[in-house]
């Protein structure tokens, strides 16, 4: 499946399925194969009640999705907060690593750390001794933003059970991710944002989109969203857009807009619920009118100077 959707509206989100409340805890991975490299990782999961180390939501052989983001370069884990709020409420289990977060990040470190935190939640769901016993369905998705996108991408070729990928205003990173998108077979969906001076689309994502091998792909053009919108009241990333001559606009409708598209495209592919295709579907048609297929990119009609892109 192929699809390229622009989106330019402020989407209103409507729940349908149970919301669960939130529960966090802290876990330090350890990958012994890179010299016993420690993770630290904030891990949100679905509960029958919100707090620190609560029990993860009810009947106890329920079992949920993870999704492990990568943060954009300089941005903190807690400027994300709109993904556990929206994604864990759904049903799924978001792990943050907190590693790379210097102003120089390697990228190939940080891509193994999200591929080894998701082969762990596979290992934990065997171990008595775990807090996620029996709590996992086996369904990974790395996902990530800016830097974080990048090293997501980069990261599938480390663990061949991951499930699907979705990037937000990915970059282009050293290693190459578009290189890297060539080998990826996988469910994807990729995010871009119309006003980003810091990784453009036409250089950046989709690239990216296009090297893509997956037969399910779609790209989203948010017209409106800057780079750091992807984020929630990113300081110093607002400051390098404003270096590059871009506009920043108000964040809170580019986290509902993405979060409203890639919850049912998750619900389909991490939790087998068959009618969230459709959904996914019916919402890209809902917003640009044009029809929807496996097998078409769609296309606004009141967009298609930006069709230029993808030549």
Same mark, same amino acid.
């Given at each position: 499946?192929?699809?390229?959707?622009?989106?330019?509206?402020?989407?209103?989100?409507?729940?349908?399925?149970?919301?669960?409340?939130?529960?966090?805890?802290?876990?330090?991975?350890?990958?012994?194969?890179?010299?016993?490299?420690?993770?630290?990782?904030?891990?949100?999961?679905?509960?029958?009640?919100?707090?620190?180390?609560?029990?993860?939501?009810?009947?106890?052989?329920? =079992?949920?999705? $993870?999704?492990?983001? #990568?943060? /954009?370069?300089?941005? %903190?884990?807690?400027?994300? +907060? @709109?993904?556990?709020?929206?994604?864990?409420?759904?049903?799924?289990?978001?792990?943050?690593?907190?590693?790379?977060?210097?102003?120089?990040?390697?990228?190939?470190?940080?891509?193994?750390?999200?591929?080894?935190?998701?082969?762990?939640?596979?290992?934990?769901?065997?171990?008595?001794?775990?807090?996620?016993?029996?709590?996992?369905?086996? =369904?990974?998705? $790395?996902?990530?933003? #800016?830097? /974080?996108?990048?090293? %997501?991408?980069?990261?599938? +070729? @480390?663990?061949?059970?991951?499930?699907?990928?979705?990037?937000?205003?990915?970059?282009?990173?050293?290693?190459?991710?578009?290189?890297?998108?060539?080998?990826?077979?996988?469910?994807?969906?990729?995010?871009?944002?119309?006003?980003?001076?810091?990784?453009?689309?036409?250089?950046?994502?989709?690239?990216?989109?296009?090297?893509?091998?997956?037969?399910?792909?779609?790209?989203?053009?948010?017209?409106?969203?800057?780079?750091?919108?992807?984020?929630?009241?990113?300081?110093?990333?607002?400051?390098?857009?404003?270096?590059?001559?871009?506009?920043?606009?108000?964040?809170?409708?580019?986290?509902?807009?993405?979060?409203?598209?890639?919850?049912?495209?998750?619900?389909?592919?991490?939790?087998?619920?068959?009618?969230?295709?459709?959904?996914?579907?019916?919402?890209?048609?809902?917003?640009?009118?044009?029809?929807?297929?496996?097998?078409?990119?769609?296309?606004?009609?009141?967009?298609?100077?930006?069709?230029?892109?993808?030549?």
């Amino acid at each position: 499946m192929m699809m390229i959707v622009l989106i330019g509206l402020f989407i209103t989100s409507n729940a349908s399925a149970q919301l669960w409340n939130i529960g966090n805890t802290v876990i330090t991975f350890v990958d012994a194969s890179r010299g016993n490299r420690q993770i630290e990782t904030v891990i949100f999961y679905p509960a029958d009640v919100s707090g620190n180390q609560v029990a993860l939501g009810s009947p106890s052989d329920k =079992k949920f999705p $993870v999704i492990v983001f #990568g943060h /954009g370069q300089e941005i %903190a884990w807690t400027n994300y +907060q @709109y993904l556990w709020d929206r994604l864990v409420v759904k049903g799924f289990i978001l792990a943050m690593p907190l590693t790379e977060t210097g102003s120089n990040p390697d990228v190939t470190e940080f891509a193994k750390d999200l591929a080894f935190v998701a082969a762990e939640f596979t290992t934990m769901r065997f171990d008595p001794a775990s807090f996620f016993y029996k709590r996992h369905n086996s =369904k990974s998705c $790395v996902m990530g933003h #800016g830097m /974080g996108g990048g090293a %997501a991408t980069l990261a599938v +070729q @480390y663990n061949p059970a991951i499930t699907t990928l979705v990037t937000l205003a990915a970059t282009e990173t050293v290693p190459s991710a578009i290189a890297a998108a060539s080998n990826i077979t996988i469910p994807a969906v990729v995010i871009g944002g119309g006003e980003d001076c810091v990784a453009p689309i036409s250089s950046n994502q989709m690239p990216m989109f296009n090297n893509l091998a997956s037969d399910c792909k779609t790209f989203i053009n948010q017209l409106d969203a800057s780079h750091c919108n992807f984020a929630q009241n990113a300081g110093a990333c607002t400051s390098s857009e404003v270096l590059c001559n871009g506009f920043p606009t108000s964040y809170q409708s580019t986290n509902l807009t993405s979060t409203y598209f890639v919850v049912s495209f998750l619900r389909y592919y991490m939790k087998s619920n068959a009618p969230a295709l459709s959904k996914f579907e019916w919402k890209l048609k809902q917003k640009r009118i044009l029809p929807t297929s496996c097998l078409v990119m769609v296309m606004p009609q009141d967009s298609l100077l930006m069709m230029k892109i993808q030549k």
